[in-house]
């Protein structure tokens, strides 16, 4: 190992890692990101990797590509000369000083501060269809709030599918854009706290498709329809829809800190305090989606990396 120590380690890529390497690097803290290496399912960039147009992020009167813009915040990090590495943080100990991070390469990095901003995995279906179409922005997305004011779903039937508290939530949404919005869930009942559930099932566009289960999106370039699948008769049938959100919950990417830092029942990252950004490891910081189950939003995301390269910055200044 070398004895080398880094001042701060960032681990992520999304607009939180990028927003905190912005800052340390401003500080001169000589940051180091850790941008992951890369799956199916997540790639460096994070959530708005899989984003066609952001047009709800301050500063882009036109709107912007998701990934357009995660690779301005890289080039932006780059430029006050952040240190980037296409690898996974895969293990780490904070028990000692300075901590210990092992990448998925094999190397291991000790550092005075981390800031973690790994994000969180919408979780999605698996069937055939969902993940060409979602991403070919072809109207198959996890984010109503994200995508749903775009033209595309402007005056079409629109399926949301899932039964808790987002589901309602991306359902009401939509119902400002939809013609029709069906809410598909797998059970006659649903999860959504009750206020939710009122709201929802009192709006006059929204239809509730019960003990369903969406079998396959249909369309080549655009979703075209969904098959469905009853629950209790197994029965199989087609409707036309102009778009899809799923909605049945996110992962936080977090499995690499259990036992290492304290973590809410759900598996995000627990702040001890209000407004800051320091986890139960005096030094480790938490910003983004890893840390954020209620607001899940880049501008959101971005503010909390800010946050917590400035807390790090004044822990190190504090001789931490
Ligand atoms: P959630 O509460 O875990 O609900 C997920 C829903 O998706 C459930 O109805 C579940 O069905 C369904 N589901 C899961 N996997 C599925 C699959 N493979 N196929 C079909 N359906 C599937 O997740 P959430 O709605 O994202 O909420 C997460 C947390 O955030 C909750 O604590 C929630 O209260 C909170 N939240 C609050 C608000 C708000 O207050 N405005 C808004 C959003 C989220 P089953 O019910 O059958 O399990």
């Known amino acids: 190992m070398s004895d080398h120590i880094e001042n701060l380690v960032i681990v992520g890529s999304g607009p939180a890692g990028w927003t905190a390497a912005i800052y340390g690097a401003r500080a001169n803290l000589n940051p180091i990101v850790y941008e992951g290496a890369g799956s199916r399912t997540m790639i460096p960039g994070g959530q708005l990797m899989f984003t066609t147009d952001v047009e709800n992020y301050p500063g882009f009167a036109d709107g912007i590509g998701g990934i357009e813009m995660m690779l301005e915040f890289k080039k932006q990090a780059m430029r006050f000369d952040t240190r980037v590495v296409t690898d996974d943080i895969v293990e780490v100990d904070f028990s000692i000083r300075p901590f210990l991070l092992r990448t998925s390469g094999g190397e291991d990095v000790r550092a005075r501060t981390v800031v973690i901003a790994t994000g969180a995995n919408a979780r999605w279906l698996g069937v055939p269809g969902e993940e060409r179409l979602a991403q070919s922005g072809g109207g198959v997305s996890a984010c109503a709030v994200c995508d749903g004011a775009l033209p595309f779903f402007r005056g079409r039937v629109i399926a949301v599918v899932g039964g808790g508290d987002s589901a309602m939530e991306e359902a009401l949404y939509m119902t400002k854009f939809a013609s029709e919005v069906l809410v598909i869930h797998r059970r006659d009942e649903l999860r959504a706290s009750q206020i939710m559930q009122d709201r929802a099932l009192a709006s006059e566009k929204i239809r509730f498709l019960w003990n369903k289960t969406v079998a396959e999106v249909l369309g080549d370039e655009v979703i ?97």
């Open 224 to 320: 075209s329809g969904i098959r469905l699948r009853d629950t209790v008769t197994g029965e199989e049938s087609e409707i036309a829809v102009g778009g899809m959100f799923v909605a049945i919950g996110h992962d936080p990417n977090t499995a690499f800190l259990r036992g290492h830092i304290d973590l809410k029942e759900n598996g995000y990252v627990r702040l001890p305090t209000a407004w800051r950004t320091e986890t139960n490891v005096p030094g480790v910081f938490a910003a983004g989606d890893v840390m954020d189950d209620y607001y899940r939003q880049a501008v959101s995301a971005a503010g909390t990396g800010c946050m917590a390269a400035l807390e790090a910055e004044r822990f190190l200044a504090h001789g931490g």
